[in-house]
């Protein structure tokens, strides 16, 4: 029995119709275990920068500093703050988020269901049995180096992005990703460019040290292009995948179209911050703000269910309260039971609440 604090931030669009649904299944958790869930509710992204002129306030950081972990929605989708040009952009709130709170670490598991098997493009025979992890580094290399700028030189113009890592951002990267493989099957895959980049040979040599001091768990090099091949062609032989901000944010893209459906993938991005249960990290589906369906009940919960999943295990401590929402989900996607976005011939359609209710009714069979 705990005492936990949890920063809300719902956001824009679909992201408060999702995100409520994940505090109501945290409830129903807090319940059934005797813990105690304080939330604290703030704006983020459009609807801050409307109430408060920012796309985040300092009173909202401070207000994550103050709690265990951060439950995200999402941010976006209104035409007058899009684009580069725009003066405050929603956007703003997770690059604070991750940079203020050096969330470097983005966790994305790829579990397709098995209910859910045929709705991958897939097959259903080369998908069965997919679990995996992919830890991409998130505060790194060619998206934070400088100089980033297209500029003009005698020659014409030309563009020019840095790709730098320090030997310290690749050693914590994938140090996270050998503790979380010791939780899981003990297999990490290792993604690098190491035949052609200077930093991907850094990259290679840092992982096999690390590796080294975990003699528990296998490690293997792939370069980036075979792990994009071998995704598609043997994604059930992969356990924890970990590679750097770029690769990560291609093959998790690809990863995550295994599982089906945007609306059934969470994630967790991890900092160095410790608290009393675990690591400070922020949660969230994967998906955006779908304004094309906000308002309209349509929206999937699964994925901000699922991420408040993780929020339980990895900042809270709470595994066995993790497992049991997955379980709960699991069960109601092998009843039948579909949003708008998983649709199929002859199934009832549940809206966002009536999924949402659904996961806390299965949970009352699971929790003991
Ligand atoms: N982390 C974030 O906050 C985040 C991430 C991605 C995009 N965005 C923002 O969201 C806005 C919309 O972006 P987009 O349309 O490219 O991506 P999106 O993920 O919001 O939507 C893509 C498509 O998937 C559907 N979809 C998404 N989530 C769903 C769910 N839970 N249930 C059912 N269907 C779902 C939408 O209806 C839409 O058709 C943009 O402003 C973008 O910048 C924010």
Redesign the pocket.
């Known amino acids: 029995m705990g005492t936990y604090t949890i920063a809300v931030l719902a956001?824009d669009?679909?992201g408060p119709e999702?995100t409520e649904q994940a505090v109501n299944v945290l409830s129903a958790i807090g319940q059934h275990y005797g813990h105690t869930f304080t939330f604290h509710k703030a704006l983020v992204g459009v609807a801050a920068i409307m109430a408060e002129g920012d796309a985040i306030s300092d009173a909202t950081m401070e207000l994550c500093q103050q709690s265990d972990a951060i439950l995200f929605g999402?941010?976006?989708?209104s035409a007058r703050y899009?684009g580069p040009n725009s003066k405050v952009q929603p956007?703003r709130a997770?690059f604070r988020l991750r940079k203020g709170f050096e969330l470097y670490a983005n966790l994305r598991p790829v579990r397709p269901f098995n209910a859910l098997i045929n709705a991958s493009t897939i097959k259903a025979d080369v998908l069965r049995g997919t679990d995996m992890l992919v830890v991409r580094e998130l505060t790194g290399g060619l998206y934070f180096g400088k100089p980033s700028e297209i500029r003009t030189t005698a020659q014409g113009t030309e563009a020019i992005d840095t790709l730098i890592y320090t030997e310290a951002e690749i050693e914590r990267i994938v140090r996270t990703a050998f503790d979380l493989a010791r939780g899981r099957r003990r297999k990490v895959t290792s993604v690098d460019k190491a035949n052609v980049l200077s930093s991907s040979r850094l990259w290679r040599q840092v992982a096999t040290r690390i590796g080294e001091e975990y003699p528990d768990v296998e490690l293997e090099h792939l370069l980036v292009d075979a792990c994009a091949m071998h995704m598609i062609r043997r994604p059930n032989n992969f356990d924890v995948i970990v590679t750097e901000n770029l690769f990560g944010d291609i093959l998790t893209d690809e990863a995550s179209m295994l599982a089906g459906s945007?609306?059934m993938l969470p994630s967790a991005s991890l900092g160095t911050r410790k608290t009393a249960h675990g690591l400070f990290g922020l949660y969230?589906?994967i998906?955006?703000?779908?304004?094309?369906?906000a308002g309209q009940h349509?929206?999937?919960p699964l994925?901000a269910i699922l991420s408040a999943a993780l929020l339980l295990r990895y900042s809270l401590g709470l595994t066995q309260e993790a497992n049991a929402i997955e379980k709960a989900v699991e069960q109601c996607i092998d009843e039948g039971i579909r949003?708008?976005?998983l649709r199929e011939a002859g199934k009832p359609v549940a809206n966002t609440e009536e999924m949402g209710q659904q996961v806390i009714a299965a949970l009352t069979h699971i929790a003991v």
């Open positions: 956001g669009g679909i999702v999402a941010v976006g989708g899009e956007e997770l945007m609306g969230e589906p998906h955006g703000s779908a304004p094309d369906i349509k929206a999937n994925a949003t708008e976005d």
